[in-house]
């Protein structure tokens, strides 16, 4: 059973949610809080899985009651809600270690969808909101400590990272690159642990803010044979 927590400041919001989510018989909604204060206290005490998050509450806001989740000793893994008016707010929220973030207009199987890939512990990387978000807010000068560790890599492991970073899954890599989808992936978690980042959303985030890719930045066609 998937343990649940959502936090919105609309209390219809969560009763929609809530609907959907346990309809599912692997899903459970174990808490609902209408704050960032009151959401870090109910993770704390009831220990859920993945905790919904809206990015725009009182007293304590999304972004802040993130950074403040995975401080806990077992974190929750944190999918943030928004009507995306607020992107600057989202990769601010990717950054501090959120899984990725939803659409509050989702359809009701693509909710429940996320829940699971968050708690299984993969990103939610949509190619058309993910690199929206981070293509619009990640306009600054290249960090020199993320350029030194990109020399850790291998020329695959860079290559990899560039797919992953245009939120390509890794069968869609493995079929790119001509290897198996387990070959991707292991390539994948070397990336992760070298660079010392907790998911694919932060490798988005790291690639870049090192420039290995910028705004703008499409994968490359595959050729035709």
């Not at 400041?9 to 989510?21: N, Y």
């Not at 993945?50 to 995975?70: F, K």
């Not at 070298?194 to 050729?223: C, H, M, W």
């Amino acid at each position: 059973m998937i343990r649940v927590l959502l936090a919105d400041d609309q209390a219809l919001v969560r009763d929609g949610f809530r609907s959907i989510i346990e309809r599912e018989p692997d899903l459970s909604v174990v808490a609902e809080a209408s704050d960032g204060i009151e959401t870090v206290e109910l993770a704390r005490r009831f220990r859920p899985d993945v905790a919904m998050v809206d990015i725009r509450m009182p007293v304590c806001d999304g972004l802040e009651a993130t950074r403040q989740l995975l401080k806990l000793p077992n974190p929750p893994r944190v999918v943030i809600l928004t009507t995306f008016d607020r992107g600057e707010y989202i990769y601010d929220a990717l950054r501090a270690g959120a899984s990725g973030f939803l659409l509050k207009d989702v359809r009701a199987g693509q909710l429940t969808d996320a829940v699971r890939t968050a708690a299984s512990g993969d990103a939610l990387l949509s190619p058309s909101v993910t690199r929206h978000v981070i293509e619009e807010y990640v306009r600054r000068p290249p960090r020199a400590q993320h350029r030194a560790e990109l020399t850790t890599l291998t020329d695959r492991e860079l290559e990899v990272l560039t797919l992953v970073a245009a939120a390509l899954s890794n069968a869609e890599i493995g079929e790119r690159l001509h290897v198996a989808e387990a070959t991707v992936k292991t390539h994948v978690n070397r990336v992760l642990s070298k660079l010392g980042l907790r998911d694919r959303v932060q490798a988005v985030v790291y690639a870049y803010e090192s420039n290995l890719i910028t705004a703008g930045f499409r994968e490359p066609r595959q050729e035709r044979s």
